[in-house]
């Protein structure tokens, strides 16, 4: 006579491969979750630099580019800010101000950290650093080509990891626009989400993040 029903090892076998199934997929869904709060977070803060920028030229009839002196990060925050709804902002120095209580600790990767930036935190939480420099390739015969100036966020705040292409990253910005990446050289860079912690090296991560849909 048959014996019907399952093994006790059977079950616990099937057990076991739902439970990898059911980890893999809730992975997944996680990684995918937070890709799109990323995206979302990027493209927020885009969209308000983009359109502080169209504000600063339609109230000043000037671009940023063309309203501060060199090195003035301060000015180039505050034209900016002054179009944002900001909760606090400050004058310093990354290289010599680890503790600030803006950008936070690691301030690791940023660009000419011996250099006063403007930090800035807005009110829903996302961390701005303008850095403006004016301009460190006047070579390029096209205005729009040439670098004046960096924002850097942080979408999370001072939360971790605070990792350029994982929490951070960087706008450039250029005489008329900003740019979701480095107009000179954006075939040269890939972003690596978090692998290398240095802004330059993960220059096309806000644009990888914005044209990708599929996620």
């Known amino acids: 006579m048959k014996k ?18 059911s980890t893999i997929g809730i992975s997944i869904i996680s990684v995918n979750a937070e890709f799109k709060r990323t ?11 983009t359109q502080a920028n169209t504000n600063i030229k339609r109230d000043l ?14 000015c180039f925050g505050e034209l900016f800010t002054q179009r944002m709804n900001v909760m606090k902002s400050k004058l310093y120095t990354p290289n010599s101000e680890k503790k600030d209580d803006c950008w936070g600790n690691e301030t690791e990767g940023l660009s000419n950290m011996s250099e006063k930036h403007y930090c800035v935190i807005a009110a829903d939480g996302i961390i701005y650093d303008f850095d403006y420099e004016y301009s460190e390739d006047t070579f390029n015969s096209n205005p729009d080509d040439r670098i004046y100036g960096y924002i850097h966020i942080d979408i999370n705040g001072p939360k971790k990891p605070n990792r350029w292409g994982k929490d951070r990253f960087t706008f450039f910005v250029v005489y008329s ?6 107009p000179r ?23 990888e993040y914005l044209q990708n849909n599929d996620n």
């Open 4 to 21: 019907s029903g399952f093994t006790l090892s059977e079950v616990l076998i099937t057990l076991v491969i739902i439970g990898v199934i």
């Open 39 to 49: 995206r979302a977070a990027i493209a927020k803060s885009f969209s308000v630099l």
């Open 61 to 74: 009839g000037l671009y940023p580019a063309e309203c501060c002196a060199l090195n003035d990060s301060k």
């Open 177 to 182: 626009k900003i740019y979701p990446y480095d």
């Open 185 to 207: 050289m954006t075939s040269s860079h890939a972003c690596s989400y978090g692998k290398i912690n240095d802004f330059f090296n993960n220059s096309s991560c806000v644009q």
